[in-house]
Nanobody
Framework: QVQLVESGGGLVQPGGSLRLSCAAS????????MGWFRQAPGEQREFVAE???????SYADSVKGRFTISRDVAKKTVYLQMNSLKPEDTSVYYC???????????????WGQGTQVTVSS
């Protein structure tokens, strides 16, 4: 069984910074893409950033230049450094990893439990 555990959320003032972490554990053969999504109350979950197994990154237009996704392959951990935070960044942030649990097993998407980020003065 695989678990994704997120940390690093909290309350921050506009213009401030936070760093989210998401660590995977359990029976993992390989991890492909790692990413972050967010969901505000009453809104659909939206893409924030992704890093592939080749290290290629992509970002939503709304966070480009402010957020940076990175990973530690050995620790099976993905990070999201969030700078210049705005009130509209307030959401629950979820990590997602595309995982294989065995060589002959098809990959699937697993999600973290979510961590609240609130940007307010």
């Amino acid at each position: 069984q695989v678990q994704l555990v997120e940390s690093g959320g909290g309350l921050v003032q506009p213009g401030g910074s936070l760093r989210l972490s998401c660590a995977a554990s359990g029976s993992i053969f390989s991890i492909y893409a790692m990413g972050w999504f967010r969901q505000a109350p009453g809104e659909q979950r939206e893409f924030v950033a992704e890093i592939t197994d080749l290290g290629r990154t992509s970002y939503a237009d709304s966070v480009k230049g402010r957020f940076t996704i990175s990973r530690d392959v050995a620790k099976k951990t993905v990070y999201l450094q969030m700078n210049s935070l705005k009130p509209e960044d307030t959401s629950v942030y979820y990590c997602k990893m595309t995982i294989k649990t065995g060589f002959w097993v098809r990959e699937y998407d697993d999600w973290g439990q979510g961590t609240q980020v609130t940007v307010s003065s």
